[in-house]
């Protein structure tokens, strides 16, 4: 899935080389940017979510 001004190092052919070869789909698991950056489609961010609850429940236990 190549276009704009980025492109994965990992996409060869439109197929992820890092996650058995499955076509490219950033944000899927596996993927180098899962669980680090927000997506659109709200099913790629559960990763994120689960690390900012990690994150605030020390501030919520003080």
């Given at each position: 899935?190549?276009?704009?001004g980025w492109s994965c190092p990992h996409e060869v052919g439109g197929n992820c080389s890092k996650v058995n070869d499955q076509p490219c789909d950033p944000g899927m698991k596996g993927c180098e940017l899962y669980g680090r950056y927000a997506f659109f489609n709200d099913d790629k961010n559960d990763r994120l979510r689960q690390k900012a609850e990690r994150l605030r429940?020390?501030?919520?236990?003080?």
């Open positions: 899935m190549s276009g704009g429940a020390p501030a919520a236990e003080e």
